[in-house]
């Protein structure tokens, strides 16, 4: 089972920031948060990931609590084409552990 | 570029019809995945090789077999597909496998309609 929880649905405006939750309240000390992105009809791409401390690419911030239990993924500028279902995976280290499980993710709307 | 293709893209079949879907990546990882993704729904892992190595997940029917006869290609077959088969099914590389950093990369699937 996924062992992550994220809101179902959220929207947002083009050009705002779009900042999706996630909560993952029983991740252990070695295990990952990873992010892919889902767009319709196409398979998930890889977004970002990290362990504790936050992290920055060119597609997201991903910004980790301190506890690790949450953290939200943040697109700075969000456009149309970032509509998508965005998947936040807790992932181990070891062999077997490092599986993707996709729990049910959250749907971003970006509107004009 | 270096990718991850799936062909074809749309395969329809019958029910009990044996088919087979492929996937090819130009990315030389070690590691290859099939994941199975019904409509609204997540996708789920059903298998990968790591290199040679089978790894078959615990409740992957026994309809679904692999084969991945070098490292650029991996093969699905579907024994006798069910109408509850119908599926987009997703083809993923990663480099070495395990260690929690080894990014997965999809190809854009293939949509398997069962009449």
Known sequence: ?112 | DAMVIQNPRYQVTQFGKPVTLSCSQTLNHNVMYWYQQKSSQAPKLLFHYYDKDFNNEADTPDNFQSRRPNTSFCFLDIRSPGLGDAAMYLCATSREGGGGTDTQYFGPGTRLTVL
Not at chain 1, 42 to 69: C, F, V, W
């Open chain 1, 1 to 112: 089972d996924a062992k992550t929880t994220q809101p179902p649905s959220m929207d947002c405006a083009e050009g705002r920031a779009a900042n999706l939750p996630c909560n993952h309240s029983t991740i252990s000390g070695n295990e990952y948060v990873y992010w892919y992105r889902q767009i319709h009809s196409q398979g998930p791409q890889y977004i970002i990931h990290g362990l504790k401390n936050n992290e920055t690419n060119e597609m997201a911030s991903l910004i980790i609590t301190e506890d690790r239990k949450s953290s939200t993924l943040i697109l700075p500028h969000a456009t149309l084409r970032d509509t998508a279902v965005y998947y936040c995976i807790v992932r181990g280290r070891s062999y077997n552990t490092d599986k993707l499980i996709f729990g049910t993710g959250t749907r971003l709307q970006v509107f004009p």
